[in-house]
């Protein structure tokens, strides 16, 4: 059975950094892109960041582009985000998914229950 | 980058068939086959129902159909069942720097 198993989350002040990471079960990790998901409370999806299954092509989404940091660890069927310099905006619950493709396209068939991430003083 | 526009809320009785509409531009919906449908419920996490514009992938049910035109995308559910609300969004994979956007979701209620 696919698995994802998303952990790190938490109350963070402004400024501040998190590392999110997301265990994956159940498929050969390297095989699919994996990327990062969040939504706001009481609002929509919106797509963070992704990363190639080999690990050698990242994106992000404009509003974290230079703060955040996607990665791999295909030996540890791990990802991970390390989120710096966060914002009261950034609060959401954060999903792993993984996209059908070996790139991101946004195909996204598989998501963890999602860590909720809280930006405030 | 827009979000995709989805319209806020759409409703309809058991039986009957509805459509969501989804609109981008020609460097996202109207430029890629790169189109996907989630379906979300409350505390939930979304779940893929069509890819690729028109693929169901295993398990979900054929009553979820996917079409485009232009820069519109549609899923169409056919013989609506109460399960079936939820909120559901549209997402695309985009030229711009940006990879991937999504609409800001439709709810649809079941009556």
């Known amino acids: 059975e696919v698995q994802l198993l998303e952990s790190g989350g938490g109350l963070v002040q402004p400024g501040g950094s998190l590392r999110l990471s997301c265990a994956a079960s159940?498929?050969?990790?390297?095989?699919?892109?994996m990327n990062w998901v969040r939504q706001a409370p009481g609002k929509g999806l919106e797509w963070v960041s992704g990363i190639s299954g080999g690990g050698t092509s990242t994106y992000y989404a404009d509003s974290v582009r230079g703060r955040f940091a996607i990665s791999r660890d295909n030996s540890k069927n791990t990802l991970y985000l390390q989120m710096n310099s966060l914002r009261a905006e950034d609060t959401a619950v954060y999903y792993c998914a993984r996209d059908v493709n070996a790139y991101t396209y946004g195909d996204f068939d598989c998501w963890g229950q999602g860590t909720p991430v809280t930006v405030s003083s | 980058q827009s979000a995709l526009t989805q319209p806020a809320s759409v409703s309809g009785s058991p039986g009957q068939s509805i459509t969501f509409s989804c609109t981008g531009t020609s460097s996202d919906v109207g430029g890629y086959n790169y189109v996907s449908w989630y379906q979300q419920h409350p505390g939930k996490a979304p779940k893929l129902m069509i890819h690729d514009v028109s693929n169901r992938p295993s398990g979900v049910s054929n009553r979820f159909s996917g079409s485009k035109s232009g820069n519109t995308a549609s899923l169409t559910i056919s013989g609506l069942q109460a399960e079936d609300e939820a909120e559901y969004y549209c997402?695309?994979?985009?030229?711009?720097?940006?990879?991937?956007?999504f609409g800001g979701g439709t709810k649809l209620t079941v009556l």
């Open positions: 159940g498929f050969t990790f390297s095989n699919y892109a």
């Open positions: 997402s695309s994979y985009t030229s711009s720097s940006t990879r991937v956007i």
